[in-house]
């Protein structure tokens, strides 16, 4: 079965830090991997402010199942998170990832953007001219 990985996009309330974000976001991760089929949860901030996440599941079944236990959690106010969230701009697509599971497939890519992936080092400046 191929794996599955939800795209998500949404803005931080105003006034919320991105330390504070990030401990909000903690449950979400915590609650993620008890989940049956998680592989993965990448989360980064684009320069616009948007904040942008994807979870990787198994297979269709655990996203469904995912779904429902969110929805759960989501509804007992369990997620801090979900309260730094502007209401109405968070917007989710679903696609099926061919594929390596280590790589990125090109939707993925184009979603976040270049200037959005933290993870990779940044390039090394070039040296210095010598000084004569």
């Known amino acids: 079965m191929p794996r599955i990985m939800d795209l998500m996009e949404y803005r931080a309330r105003p006034g919320i830090d991105d330390d504070s974000f990030e ?9 993620a991997r008890r989940q049956d089929g998680f592989l993965g949860r990448i989360r980064c901030k684009r320069r616009d402010g948007r904040w942008c996440d994807a979870l990787v599941w198994r297979d269709g079944p655990s996203a469904q199942a995912a779904d429902a236990g969110f929805a759960a959690l989501v509804h007992w106010a369990e997620a801090e ?21 280590d790589a990125l497939p090109d939707d993925l890519i184009r979603m976040l953007g270049v200037s959005a992936i ?3 080092p940044p390039a090394p400046a070039p040296p210095a001219p010598a000084s004569n």
Request: hydrophobic share 35%.
């Open 81 to 101: 998170s979900v309260e730094h969230v502007v209401p109405g701009s968070f917007s989710r697509r679903r696609v099926v990832l061919p594929g390596e599971p």
């Open 118 to 120: 933290p993870c990779q």
């Open 23 to 31: 401990r909000g976001a903690a449950s979400i991760d915590a609650w």
